[in-house]
């Protein structure tokens, strides 16, 4: 029996041998386990997320219309000076991965096609911009004109000291709906403050602009429980070198045009960093706009840092819509014309919500019967040169 049973095993491995050509069939398990390590690898190469599944938009960069990439002389718009990539973070700490995937322009406008996550506009006028490697960046014209005159609200007539109330309506872009309702409801005194991130930011700023509004560009800043509470793609860090946050500040300020200033969105880390705000601040006067600080955190070195270097800038006295009911925000919105006749001038910041756009609107249509205007955030800037 024990005979048979050898030769019978026998027999198969001669079979097996056969059949595989003389490969024995240990050799032809590693065979297989090969293949499949080269499929694995090929999979991670060609197929699998580089970005391990992290949100990412698809975006069709455009050259503005009537640009020429050599020169910038059509527009009047100037080269910029160079711009360095962000290099790594201190302590050898990997930058997060870019936010924004080139797609191709064929593509652009086609069924399936994703929409472009941050189209700008492209009406430029001519000499308040130059051309960076993000998009047109605001700068001082050789004539002297600065982006936060040319393209400041127009401000109503003012008797001699007429108290003077600014409203900032901040969040715009993010949501559509809520934005064409504050450019649509609101009157066009009232500031609009857009995120550098929506998918219609061009043609929603172009059209709050047509309608009378001046905008401001709100700027994420590095508050103090970051990351968990991250204001945004491209914030600004304290633990960034100086030539990092630019570069940084540069893609925000790129998003859009004909803005008058900066808000900050978040930043309460930031702004207390005399050695990181210094420098934003400062290329802010530079590039002829004004700075609104919300407002909202006792630390903020910005009025300090403002009149050092010179730049026109205003603070927010109340956050109208803290609590977000229509009582509470009238209640706040008669504490700030109370401010207003003390001091001679108010400002007040409230979000895109429905019930803020609503009362702030009834407030406003009644506002001038109390004796006080309602203007633009450029007419209650203080200190600078603009």
């Known amino acids: 029996m024990a005979a048979d049973d050898l030769n019978a095993s026998g027999t198969a491995r001669t079979f097996w041998r056969r059949r595989l050509g003389g490969i024995s069939l240990l050799g032809c398990l590693v065979g297989l386990a090969g293949l499949a390590a080269l499929f694995a690898v090929g999979w991670i190469v060609f197929v699998d997320d580089p970005y391990g599944g992290e949100p990412v938009a698809v975006v069709t960069l455009e050259r503005p219309a009537n640009v020429q990439a050599d020169s910038g002389q059509d527009l009047g718009i100037r080269r910029t000076v160079d711009s360095k990539q962000a290099e790594p973070l201190p302590g050898g700490h990997a930058l997060p991965p870019a936010d924004i995937v080139i797609s191709d322009p064929a593509s652009a406008g086609q069924p399936g096609a994703r929409q472009p996550a941050n189209p700008q506009s492209t009406a430029v006028t001519p000499n308040l911009s130059e051309v960076s490697k993000y998009g047109p960046l605001p700068v001082i014209a050789t004539d002297g004109r600065r982006p936060a005159e040319t393209y400041a609200g127009r401000t109503p007539p003012i008797a001699p000291n007429m108290p003077r109330i600014a409203i900032l309506v901040d969040g715009m872009g993010l949501s559509t709906i809520a934005t064409e309702a504050a450019i649509d409801k609101l009157p066009a005194q009232v500031t609009l403050a857009f ?74 880390r930031f702004t207390a960093s005399d050695e990181a705000f210094r420098p934003v601040l400062g290329e802010i006067r530079d590039r002829g706009l004004i700075y609104i600080d919300d407002g909202t955190s006792p630390r903020s070195l910005a009025p300090s840092i403002s009149t050092e270097v010179g730049l026109s800038f205003a603070q927010a006295d109340l956050v109208i819509d803290s609590v977000s009911t229509k009582s509470a925000i009238r209640d706040k919105l008669i504490r700030l ?50």
């Open 195 to 268: 995120a550098p991130y929506g998918n219609e930011i061009g043609r929603l700023t172009d059209r709050a602009r047509q309608a009378g509004h001046e905008l401001i560009l709100q700027i994420p800043l590095e508050p103090y429980d970051y990351p968990d509470n991250d204001p945004g793609p491209h914030t600004l860090l304290t633990g960034l070198s100086e030539g990092q946050n630019r570069d940084r500040l540069h893609w925000v300020m790129s998003r859009f045009t004909g803005y008058v200033g900066v808000l900050n969105y978040m930043g309460a």
């Open 337 to 386: 014309e109370e401010i207003a006749r003390e001091k001679g001038l108010a400002t007040g910041i409230a979000s895109g919500l429905p019930v803020s756009i609503e009362t702030i609107a009834a407030w406003a249509n009644q506002l001038e019967a109390t004796g006080i205007m309602l203007v633009p955030a450029t007419a209650v800037v203080s200190g600078g040169e603009t």
